[in-house]
């Protein structure tokens, strides 16, 4: 079983069906970047992760623990939102590597995992700019 593992995730919010059987394997170590367009479950997905919303159906392990109804407080969980998450006196980097700091890896794994995201992401570019310098759309 990989380090964190979601097996047919699902969440509903009344009739709306946001997130549609999910099977995810992440393991140890690995970056994971959700990307999509506005209002394609990457907000809400992170969320059920978190234990910020709470799971309809599925489960969700880490570590080979079930965590599917852990309260957020109780996971050992980091992730960054788009704006409301980003630190204003921090760069792109700064950002896009503060929860890897905040565990403990090495400054070269940081910077080989960021810039290996920022590349995906085109956005290497932005890595020494603060938020108030990047547009929100």
């Given at each position: 079983?990989?380090?964190?593992?979601?097996s047919n995730?699902?969440k509903?919010?009344?009739?709306h069906?946001?997130?549609?059987?999910?099977?995810?394997?992440?393991?140890k170590g690995?970056?994971?970047?959700?990307?999509?367009?506005?209002?394609c479950?990457k907000?809400?997905?992170?969320r059920?992760?978190?234990g910020?919303?709470?799971?309809?159906?599925?489960?969700?392990?880490?570590?080979?623990?079930?965590?599917t109804?852990?309260?957020s407080s109780?996971r050992d969980?980091?992730?960054?939102?788009q704006s409301y998450?980003?630190y204003?006196?921090?760069?792109?980097f700064?950002?896009?590597?503060?929860?890897?700091?905040l565990?403990g890896?090495?400054?070269?794994?940081?910077?080989?995992?960021?810039?290996?995201?920022?590349?995906?992401?085109?956005?290497?570019?932005y890595?020494?700019?603060?938020?108030?310098?990047?547009?929100?759309?």
């Amino acid at each position: 079983m990989a380090y964190l593992q979601l097996s047919n995730i699902e969440k509903f919010f009344g009739d709306h069906h946001a997130i549609k059987g999910i099977d995810l394997a992440i393991e140890k170590g690995e970056f994971v970047v959700f990307v999509g367009p506005s209002g394609c479950g990457k907000s809400t997905l992170l969320r059920l992760i978190a234990g910020l919303e709470p799971i309809d159906k599925g489960s969700l392990h880490l570590d080979r623990r079930d965590i599917t109804a852990l309260p957020s407080s109780k996971r050992d969980l980091a992730m960054v939102f788009q704006s409301y998450a980003l630190y204003p006196h921090m760069t792109v980097f700064e950002n896009m590597s503060f929860a890897l700091k905040l565990a403990g890896v090495e400054r070269a794994v940081i910077r080989e995992k960021v810039d290996k995201a920022a590349a995906i992401l085109d956005l290497g570019k932005y890595l020494e700019r603060t938020p108030k310098d990047l547009s929100g759309g």
